[in-house]
C-alpha cells in the first residue's frame, strides 16, 4: 500500500472516531454559531448519525474567512428525511437567513435538497459533501432507521432530490477520492453537475484541514461570481 494512501486511511479511521465521539457528546454540547463576516452566510447541515459539533473545526475556518456560520443540528440524523428538511427550514426561519450556502455533509445534502421550493430559492449554492444522491447500500443494513430507508437506491425521495440536484443549476458536489460509506461511489455523481474531487475518505470531508481550504477555495470562486 503507497504511504500516502496508508497515511489517508490511518487519518479517517481517526475522523471516524471523533466522528463518532461528536455524535454522542454532541447531544449535549453545541458548536454554537458565528454570526458575524463580511460575506455570504454558510449553513452547515450534518447527516446520518451526525451532530453539529462534528462541524466545529469547519465552522472555525469558514469564519476566519469572513463567513457568518450557522451550524443547523438537527438532533439524529435517524428520522425521517421529509421531517429533518422541514427542521431544516424552520431553522434559517428562526435565524432569520437569505441568500445563503447551504453545505450538506452526506445525507446533510439530501435534507437540503428535499426542502420546499421556496426554501430552496432562498439558497444561493448547494454544496454537498460524499453526498449519495443514488442512495448508499449499507442504508440497507439498518432497515429500522426510517432514515436509513430513505437512503436505499429505489428510495422515492432520493429519486426526487437527484432530479432537483439536476436541474438546479447552483449544486455542487464534493466527491471523496473514496469513500467507505457512500458506497457504490457513483451515487455521489450528478448528470449535468461539476462534480469536484474531494480528500479521501467520507469523514474527512468534514474533518481534514485540506478540506477546509479546499471548501474555502469554492466558496471563494462563488463569491467572486456573484
Excluded at 62 to 78: H, I, M, N, Q
Excluded at 169 to 197: G, R
Aim: hydrophobic content about 40%; overall charge neutral; some cysteine.
Amino acid at each position: 500500500m503507497p504511504i500516502r494512501h496508508f497515511k489517508d486511511v490511518i487519518g479517517e479511521a481517526g475522523s471516524l472516531g471523533a466522528y463518532a465521539v461528536c455524535s454522542v457528546v454532541g447531544s449535549v454540547v453545541h458548536p454554537g454559531h458565528h454570526p458575524h463576516g463580511n460575506r455570504r452566510p454558510a449553513v452547515l447541515v450534518p447527516g446520518f448519525l451526525g451532530r453539529g459539533l462534528a462541524f466545529v473545526r469547519l465552522k472555525g475556518a469558514l469564519a476566519r474567512k469572513g463567513y457568518p456560520v450557522y451550524v443547523a443540528d438537527l438532533g439524529y440524523g435517524v428520522g425521517c428525511i421529509r421531517d429533518k428538511a422541514r427542521h431544516l427550514e424552520e431553522f434559517v426561519d428562526d435565524q432569520g437567513l437569505e441568500d445563503y450556502y447551504a453545505v450538506g455533509h452526506s445525507m446533510g445534502g439530501i435534507i437540503s435538497l428535499a426542502m420546499s421550493e421556496p426554501a430552496r430559492n432562498r439558497v444561493r449554492h448547494f454544496i454537498t459533501l460524499g453526498t449519495a444522491f443514488k442512495g448508499a447500500v449499507l442504508s440497507y443494513l439498518l432497515p429500522f432507521l426510517p432514515a436509513a430507508r430513505q437512503l436505499n437506491p429505489d428510495s422515492p425521495i432520493l429519486r426526487t432530490v437527484a432530479r432537483r440536484a439536476r436541474e438546479h443549476d447552483n449544486v455542487t458536489p464534493v466527491v471523496a477520492k473514496w469513500d467507505e460509506i457512500a458506497l457504490p461511489m457513483e451515487s455521489c455523481y450528478i448528470e449535468n453537475c461539476q462534480c469536484v474531487t474531494g480528500v479521501a475518505g467520507h469523514v474527512q470531508l468534514i474533518m481534514r484541514s485540506s478540506s477546509f481550504r479546499q471548501l474555502s477555495e469554492l466558496l471563494e470562486d462563488l463569491e467572486s461570481g456573484q
